[in-house]
T-cell receptor
Framework: DTAVSQTPKYLVTQMGNDKSIKCEQN?????MYWYKQDSKKFLKIMFS???????INETVPNRFSPKSPDKAHLNLHINSLELGDSAVYFC?????????????FGPGTRLTVL | AQTVTQSQPEMSVQEAETVTLSCTYD???????LFWYKQPPSRQMILVIR??????QNATENRFSVNFQKAAKSFSLKISDSQLGDAAMYFC???????????????FGKGTHLIIQP
């Protein structure tokens, strides 16, 4: 079974549309994250959720809104998509207090905005 | 804010040889964690090795080992007996200890593209 899964793996859409990316982890972790990897492969944290509470929001535009229905899921909703939102988005999870809180990543979602 | 620097955008090594990837970081914290992640063309982020700053002993995982120099804020990755499957982007990452039960995000370097020559 996949530990951290994301859907969809590829997403192509037009500028101005609203889209969502779903993430689920079956590791029993209490913290989940969203990262963005740009075209130069640079990875940056966007959000962190611990037990359904937002911990980090690293100057991400308001068009991005994370939603966590329970601690196994962290979805990313993006409104009014822009060309600059094209990137690979990674979900990750970890368990606070255990083994350096190592983060385990999903397979990524490649978002292309046309 | 913490920063992580990988000064080698690309490295090339012959199969079966040893290669070392460099990483330096900047922090005012005394307790933190360091990681190396591998990203093959499949784009999956795979944990290679991790190091707790309070541990003096360098971490080792099979053919992968680190040289952790806390005073110099250096965390290099050595890959011994390089294999074709080691070809990937390698990212060095830093994290503060979690506070209040939550966990900080990782701060990544820009990555090193490792090429394995057959």
């Amino acid at each position: 079974d996949t530990a951290v899964s994301q859907t969809p793996k590829y997403l192509v859409t037009q500028m101005g549309n609203d889209k969502s990316i779903k993430c689920e982890q079956n590791l029993g972790h209490d913290t989940m994250y969203w990262y963005k990897q740009d075209s130069k492969k640079f990875l940056k944290i966007m959000f962190s959720y611990n037990n359904k509470e937002l911990i980090i929001n690293e100057t991400v535009p308001n068009r991005f809104s994370p939603k966590s229905p329970d601690k196994a899921h962290l979805n990313l909703h993006i409104n009014s998509l822009e060309l600059g939102d094209s990137a690979v988005y990674f979900c990750a999870s970890s368990q606070a207090g255990i083994s350096t809180d190592t983060q385990y990543f999903g397979p990524g979602t490649r978002l292309t905005v046309l | 804010a913490q920063t992580v620097t990988q000064s080698q955008p690309e490295m090339s090594v012959q199969e079966a040889e040893t290669v070392t990837l460099s990483c330096t970081y900047d922090t005012s914290e005394s307790d933190y964690y360091l990681f190396w992640y591998k990203q093959p063309p499949s784009r999956q982020m795979i944990l290679v090795i991790r190091q707790e700053a309070y541990k003096q002993q360098n971490a080792t995982e099979n053919r992968f080992s680190v040289n952790f120099q806390k005073a110099a804020k250096s965390f290099s990755l050595k890959i011994s007996d390089s294999q074709l499957g080691d070809a990937a982007m390698y990212f060095c990452a830093y994290r503060n200890p979690g506070k209040g039960g939550g966990a900080d995000g990782l701060t990544f370097g820009k990555g090193t593209h490792l090429i394995i020559q057959p």
